[in-house]
């Protein structure tokens, strides 16, 4: 449990036209300190950094080593950081059984660079392509919905076989350009259905309590890891 304030230092200079800048620092892990760019005359969004600063610092340090990343390093070509989450199941079940459901849906978050992006993947029985405008849309708990549109066509042609089931699951990961403040909201409010659609139509999935806590806590561990570092030019 995390202990003493947190320190904010916030300088705003308006008057220079510089940009505004906003500190955290750490009362008792200085390494911890978290530092944005805000964008100019926006207040809606600067205190929404505030809030998503502030919390993610003062419940990092208590769950920091839950954060595990499916890809968190540095191109060795390019030098792009790259930060790749485990992907979510949103309804844990047998993930290739397809018993009950002929698909599942999974949703994560990634970042290329400062690029940042939230990572859905259709798994199915049948083949399927994503069209270029295909959207994926998130509906959270007061009703609100995010939708995001894909810039990529994406096809699910190879098929993953399951000899248990004598089954073939075919899925790829669809990348949807996002900003800091689309993947905010998985952290101030529980995500309860996720549409995906493709050029077979959509597939639609309702959250579970337990995948609903994990997507924003997968939200909470790559918004600290990605600090800093992202850039508001998804659109």
Known sequence: MVTGSCRLAYQQTACTGKPQILRYRHPLHPSDSLEYELP??????????????????????????????????????????????FVINLKPVNMLSFKRCPYLIFLGFTQHGKGLYVCGVLSSLTPYYIEEDNCLYIKFEDDSILKLQTKTGNFALDGTYNPSTGLTAFGVPNL?????????????????????????????????KKSSALLMETAKCFLYESRGIVEDDAN
């Open 176 to 208: 949807y350009p996002a900003t800091m403040d689309n993947v905010a909201t998985f952290l101030e409010k529980k995500a309860v259905k996720v549409r995906i659609e493709t050029s077979k139509g959509y597939y639609e999935e309702e959250l579970t």
């Open 40 to 85: 100019k005359q926006n207040s809606k969004i600067m205190k929404r950094i505030a809030f998503i600063a502030l919390s993610i610092l003062l419940s990092f340090s208590a769950f920091s080593q839950k954060c595990k990343f499916a890809r968190n390093d540095q191109d060795e070509f390019t030098e792009m950081r790259i930060i790749e989450t």
